[in-house]
């Protein structure tokens, strides 16, 4: 038994030596890696709008209430919802044949007046009245000029005007309504330009300022974008939201834009006409990491990067990671990694 034991193990002994000495005698079959090959796209400098997103919504540049200024029934409306106003523009009328009447009347009164004052003056001349006298039949004169004025102002006021260019919001009454001073009759809203009301948070209070430019896009009109410029910045933060108030005008002369629309808007802070951008297929991103490639000697370099700005045209600009006249890789970056032989297609345009 312990002769057998070891013979197996003098012949376990003999193998290995044999496989050792195999192996020393063959030679090694480890390679380099092959090239990947890739395209490749140099750095760009790029002109660069640096922006601050806000949201809003679109608001009257002036509104009003309508109302009437003297009472009686309405014989006229004269506009209705959504039609275009002008100012001075008459858009109802309060029934007034009662009012001419009473004009009729005060201005036969004033005649009098006029004439009695007219008989009075040489007679306080001659000393056959009194001043006082006199006096009484002056005051009747001016009080008959007033009753008449009083009254012509009522007559003209019988027309409903507008007070602005704009458009009708709503008409609240029909002809026929009994009104009396304060009834409202119609909601105007002056709608070229309109503001743009929001909010931006405090980090971006800083580079707000008015008249810079902003772009705006609404639902109604997917696509489109209405640019208008900054007019007023709020002096003060609002401490629930933390942010601040600001108002922009924007054109509207076509009046395809409507008070009351919410909009998404983009204010112009700044521009940069030398910022750095790469293609966006140079780019990979992985657990909230963005990197690329870099091309040097043959050899692919993995850089991490910040980015900026979108440019919309494919390309994006980068503020850290890389530098100017770099060139990264813009095909097979799956089969990167940092350190390996790359071989650049000779026959791909530049940035493909």
Known sequence: MKRGLAGLVATLGLAAAACGERSRAEPSTVSKPEPVTVTVANTAVRPVERTVSVVGTLAPTAQAELASEIEGPLVAIEADLGDRVRRDQVLARVREDEIQAKLREAEASLEKAVADEGRGRPLRGNGVISAQEYE???TLLEVARARRDQLRIQFERAAIRSPLDGSVAARLLDAGSYVKPGTVVFRLVQDDPLKFRGDVPERDVPVLAAGQDVRITVDAFPGETFTGHVSRVGAASDPAVRSLAFEALVPNEDHRLRPGFFGHGEVVVRRDDRALAV?????????????????????ARERQVVLGVDLGDGWVEVTEGVGRGSQVATSGLSKLADGTPVVVRADAPPGA
């Open 136 to 138: 009484q039949v002056r």
């Open 279 to 299: 293609p966006r297929s140079a780019l990979s991103t992985f657990a909230g990491v963005t990197k690329l490639f870099v091309i040097e000697d043959g050899v």
